[in-house]
């Protein structure tokens, strides 16, 4: 039986919830809403870059928040290699 795939819904979402509000959810401030399945899919890039950069470089993200762990970049990586799924 092969692994379970990493969904945006499921596992991708609660990340972005937990992390990068307000300033990226409907009612923030920037124009990347990473609460919308289509803005996310289309910056996923963008994104495991700036989460990986270390806190003070220029671009990290979450700004002024903690480093996501390697879990957490880990299940964004999966979810990238799983083809971004919204849900099963």
Same mark, same amino acid.
Do not use: W
């Given at each position: 039986?092969?692994?379970?795939? $990493? ?13 990068? $509000? ?8 920037? /124009? ?7 803005? /996310?899919?289309?910056?996923?890039? /963008?994104?495991? &870059? =700036?989460?990986? =950069?270390?806190?003070?470089? $220029? ?6 928040? $903690?480093?996501? /762990? &390697? ?10 290699? &799983? ?6």
């Amino acid at each position: 039986m092969s692994p379970l795939k $990493t969904t945006y819904n499921a596992d991708v979402k609660p990340i972005f919830v937990a992390n990068c $509000t307000p300033c990226h959810m409907a009612a923030g401030y920037n /124009s990347l809403k990473l609460d919308q399945y289509a803005q /996310s899919k289309a910056k996923i890039n /963008s994104i495991l &870059d =700036r989460v990986q =950069r270390n806190p003070g470089s $220029t671009g990290f993200m979450p700004n002024g928040g $903690t480093k996501l /762990s &390697d879990e957490k970049i880990a299940i964004l990586k999966k979810c990238l290699d &799983d083809g971004l799924l919204e849900k099963l």
